[in-house]
């Protein structure tokens, strides 16, 4: 089965730092483009950091200089490191794959359930 | 960077009903324009990709249109379990960027 499960989401304070996992089953990881979308409260969908098949990566200017994408091809995991954590950072974050065909996108065809992100002293 | 704008916020409907949902892009965009539906507690489901092609599994009540700037997304007759928000959704590939619009939420009337 094709599934992405998250986890690593928690209560931080400002200021601080947390490491979100995405753990892939039925596909790998490192073969595909893969998302980081957020959600804060009430609030719509975000797309925070993105790392191609090939390597490169993308950054919302929200986040430049503070989060970091990566992958761990031996675990099947997508990473995000989120360093110098703010309240507005405080969301629901989604890992999720991107469906190339090879060259036409066809969306964001995997999503994993979301982890907790909740920034506050 | 592409500003998507969703119309309207909010849509009451009843069951049955058609509903016409609206995402405006701030400049003219290719075919990669994507719809997808959350509900609540849960992640975002794919609908539809390319402005018209159902992903699988998607219901033939749902239809995507559009082209340039002006798509639209469209339920022929509401389901209970269609209620939900919808969010249209534009990618490019270089410079990279993926944006979202705001939302529309199909509610009952």
């Known amino acids: 089965e094709v599934q992405l499960v998250e986890s690593g989401g928690g209560l931080i304070q400002p200021g601080g730092s947390l490491r979100l996992s995405c753990v892939a089953s039925g596909f790998i990881v490192s073969d595909n483009y893969m998302t980081w979308v957020r959600q804060a409260p009430g609030k719509g969908l975000e797309c925070v950091s993105i790392?191609?098949?090939?390597?490169?990566?993308y950054y919302a200017d929200s986040v430049k200089g503070r989060f970091s994408i990566s992958r761990d091809y031996s675990k099947n995991t997508l990473y995000l490191q989120m360093n110098s954590l703010r309240a507005e950072d405080t969301a629901v974050y989604f890992c999720?794959?991107?469906?190339?065909?090879?060259?036409?996108?066809?969306?964001?065809?995997?999503w994993g359930q979301g982890t907790t992100v909740t920034v506050s002293s | 960077e592409v500003v998507l704008t969703q119309s309207p916020a909010t849509l009451s409907l009843s069951p049955g009903e058609r509903a016409t949902l609206s995402c405006r892009a701030s400049?003219?965009?290719?075919?990669?324009l994507v719809w997808y539906q959350q509900k609540p507690g849960q992640a975002p489901r794919l609908l539809i990709y390319?402005?018209?092609n159902r992903a699988t599994g998607i219901p033939a009540r749902f239809s995507g249109s559009g082209s340039g700037t002006d798509f639209t997304l469209t339920i022929s007759s509401l389901e209970p379990e269609d209620f939900a928000v919808y969010y249209c959704?534009?990618?490019?590939?270089?410079?990279?960027?993926?944006?979202f619009g705001g939302g529309t939420k199909v509610e009952i009337k």
């Open positions: 790392i191609h098949s090939g390597g490169s990566t």
């Open positions: 400049q003219s965009i290719s075919g990669s």
């Open positions: 959704q534009q990618r490019k590939n270089w410079p990279p960027g993926l944006t």
């Open positions: 999720a794959r991107e469906n190339w065909f090879p060259t036409d996108y066809s969306g964001m065809d995997v």
């Open positions: 390319n402005t018209s």
